[in-house]
């Protein structure tokens, strides 16, 4: 099969073409003939530093879309030919980056009419964070608001969508280049960070009061500056680094802090988290084939392009997702 391969750390470039051995399901696991994938900061990451216990040659890739190709023994609930998104699993050397990779069973969600192979590739990483640190963190609820650092990326445009639908009142930050794109996901206000005070901007908005939710997907930075524009009772979501705390320890401000870590879901060992992967896939992707949520793909690559649109990507100054559609073998 056809494969993009990285055969030790280093930045994309040198991810290469090459033929490999097609994979096979062990027990528990199917085999899927990739569609598409979608691109996201944490392959570029990963091949700069590679994963604990990876053994090269690996392929990157973690959002992927296709068709079941072979299943495993003991896999009772998906037959060959069915259509699948997924979250993939980045302690494992064979991603999406290829015509066709191995998963277990347990994390597949099913792809709905009315959602196709590259729209569904665009959800798995940027959007189940989004939508864990919404609905499994801070279990937001309507009528309160939010702000979103960083509404412009994968998550935080995800988020937008989702805090819009969940009937918040929607704050985000972004480069005034992607002020309108932002405003309309749905964010009731958007911040230029690079000219505003955004402390002063949600305090003006909120009279004063602070944000009930924060989702910070900048970085550890981000989040600590973040904490004093939390209401009384507020929670923050962190995706890209947790703050300082040390600032608000005995404050009696009653806030929460919440670290999101999907990517180790698979290295947990907990089978109740695996699974809600997939429960959470199906309830996005729901949400998706709706038009409730914009899958937000700004560009479809080549699969021969994969290598320099995550160069762009490592540029910070791609907004929404890249998604790439994988040729299918003869």
Request: proline residues 5%.
């Amino acid at each position: 099969m056809k494969a993009l391969v990285l055969d030790r750390p280093g930045t994309p470039e040198t991810i290469y073409p090459s033929d490999v051995e097609k994979p096979h399901p062990k027990a528990g696991e199917v085999r899927v003939r990739v569609h598409a994938v979608g691109l996201n900061p944490v392959d570029y990451k990963l091949a700069a530093t590679g994963f604990p216990g990876w053994r090269y040659p690996v392929i990157l890739g973690l959002d992927v879309a296709g068709v079941v190709d072979a299943v495993g023994k003991e896999v009772e609930d998906w037959q060959v030919g069915d259509p699948v998104y997924f979250l993939g699993d980045m302690s494992r050397p064979g991603g999406g980056f290829s015509q066709y990779t191995t998963i277990t069973a347990k994390t597949l969600a099913w792809l709905p009419d009315g959602l196709n192979y590259t729209e569904a590739a665009a959800l798995p990483c940027a959007g189940f964070t989004a939508y864990q640190a919404m609905h499994r963190k801070l279990r937001v609820q309507s009528e309160r608001s939010m702000l979103i650092v960083g509404g412009a990326g994968g998550v935080g445009g995800f988020a937008v969508q989702l805090a819009k639908l969940a009937g918040l009142n929607t704050i985000a930050t972004c480069s005034r280049h992607n002020s309108k794109f932002v405003h309309d996901l749905g964010a009731d206000h958007v911040i230029d960070y690079q000219v505003e005070d955004v402390a002063k901007r949600v305090n003006d908005i909120t009279k004063g009061r602070g944000v009930d939710y924060i989702l910070d997907t900048v970085g550890p930075d981000s989040a600590t500056a973040s904490l004093k524009m939390l209401a009384f009772n507020g929670a923050m979501a962190c995706v890209a680094g947790m703050p300082d705390i040390s600032g608000i320890v005995g404050t009696h401000s009653g806030l929460s802090v919440h670290e999101v870590a999907l990517g180790f879901t698979y290295t947990s060992g907990d089978d109740q988290a695996l699974e809600d992967l997939a429960r959470m896939g199906m309830e996005l992707g729901a949400l998706a084939a709706k038009k409730q949520i914009r899958p937000m793909v700004e560009e479809v690559v080549t699969f021969e392009d994969i290598p320099e649109a995550l160069v762009r990507l490592s540029m910070r100054h791609v907004r929404g997702k890249l998604v790439a559609n994988i040729p299918q073998p003869a």
